[in-house]
């Protein structure tokens, strides 16, 4: 094709239509920018392409992560919100005049301690998204604003975690030594399905609830570690919030 072009260039000069010659030149300098143009925006529907397959491929894996998250959550909710009702019984118990069911105590306090769980939230394609820098991929600014606040709303619900275990590891649980028998407090049957360890037997050892833990001392250390439950489940409400907003961001990109 160019050598075409340029033959007819050479014949327009060699008869003297130079007036002709130039506009064939302008003409051909035209053709050369329009067939870049079309190039350039060839290219940049093949990137759109590219991107978009991208985007949509994110997108999944984060529609995927998130379903994840909620079923995680509300069976974790649920089961914290048991340890929460656990710790409302016991202080209704310590502040009662009637004769204390050991075994009411034994398995409330084995609830508040083993029916609490922490979120172990999959953020596998975030985690992702940020290592690749990919997040300006997504089109809809909106939805990279919700997922750019993930490390907040994940960092501000562990905060709350932790203090909730700091508290119960390092005064609750040390406070039953001489207040209730241990025992008795069955290991978490999650944890004895994967081993094959023999049950411990329950304790001889018999104590008077009515005066071991009917104490101003104890009352509190009960009631702080529920205000500490309920901190959590508060945290985990506005994390579900955030969770099913994102979600639904998700879902309306995803083509």
Avoid: C, H
């Avoid at 350039?40 to 397959?53: A, F, M, Y």
């Avoid at 069976?75 to 710790?87: A, D, E, F, L, V």
């Amino acid at each position: 094709m160019i050598k075409f072009f340029r033959k007819i260039r050479y014949n327009l000069m060699e008869t003297g239509k130079t007036g002709k010659y130039f506009k064939y030149a302008i003409g051909e300098i035209i053709l050369v920018m329009i067939g870049i143009l079309l190039a350039l925006q060839v290219n940049n529907w093949n990137n759109q392409r590219l991107e978009t397959n991208k985007e949509q491929v994110i997108l999944k894996n984060l529609r995927s992560d998130f379903k994840a998250n909620i079923t995680e959550f509300n069976r974790i909710y649920n089961s914290s919100t048991g340890s929460y009702k656990s710790s409302i019984r016991l202080l209704e118990i310590i502040r009662g005049d009637d004769i204390i069911n050991p075994e009411e105590v034994e398995t409330l306090l084995d609830a508040i301690i083993n029916d609490f769980y922490s979120l172990d939230l999959n953020a596998a394609s975030i985690d992702e998204i940020k290592s690749s820098g990919s997040l300006s991929i997504i089109k809809d600014s909106e939805l990279r604003k919700q997922l750019s606040n993930w490390s907040f709303m994940k960092d501000d619900t562990e905060d709350d975690i932790e203090i909730y275990y700091n508290y119960m590891f390092e005064f609750l649980i040390p406070s039953l030594t001489n207040k209730a028998v241990l025992r008795n407090m069955a290991i978490p049957e999650r944890l004895m399905q994967k081993t094959d360890l023999p049950i411990i037997s329950s304790s001889n050892f018999k104590i008077d609830y009515n005066s071991t833990i009917r104490t101003l001392e104890f009352e509190n250390q009960v009631y702080n570690n529920a205000l500490n439950i309920v901190y959590v489940l508060t945290a985990y409400k506005n994390l579900e919030t955030y969770l099913n907003n994102t979600l639904e961001l998700i879902g309306s990109n995803i083509q």
